[in-house]
Nanobody
Framework: VQLQASGGGLVQAGGSLRLSCAASGGTFSGYGVGWFRQAPGKEREFVASIRWSGGNTAYAGSAKGRFTISRDRAKNTVTLQMNMLKPEDTAVYYC??????????????????WGQGTLVTVSS
């Protein structure tokens, strides 16, 4: 399955952005789908994930209360709604699909398919 991330851009602090991850060449069925981000000079970090089958979600502490991950079965997409954005949210955001277990949902190594990334820039 190939993933295409979109929706990044420049936004002021306190604003919102909606990222989308679309699958092609297959579906998300049976996968866990995660969003990760990587800021310049930093390691890639977990943001949020969702299990396609049951809809179970998980969030990094920095994302809780501000970001919402959801799935659209009809469109075969996963969306990350980001509200109350902060300058420290600036990063390239990647969507990924894999088969993480409960203890690895936040580990990039648990995901086999990656999108190309979309840049989110939050100005102060």
């Amino acid at each position: 399955v190939q993933l295409q991330a979109s929706g990044g851009g420049l936004v002021q602090a306190g604003g919102s952005l909606r990222l989308s991850c679309a699958a092609s060449g297959g579906t998300f069925s049976g996968y866990g789908v995660g969003w990760f981000r990587q800021a310049p000079g930093k390691e890639r970090e977990f943001v949020a994930s969702i299990r396609w089958s049951g809809g179970n979600t998980a969030y990094a502490g920095s994302a809780k209360g501000r970001f919402t991950i959801s799935r659209d079965r009809a469109k075969n997409t996963v969306t990350l709604q980001m509200n109350m954005l902060k300058p420290e949210d600036t990063a390239v955001y990647y969507c990924a699909a894999g088969h993480p277990i409960s203890s690895t949902y936040d580990n990039p190594r648990a995901y086999h398919h990656w999108g190309q990334g979309t840049l989110v820039t939050v100005s102060s």
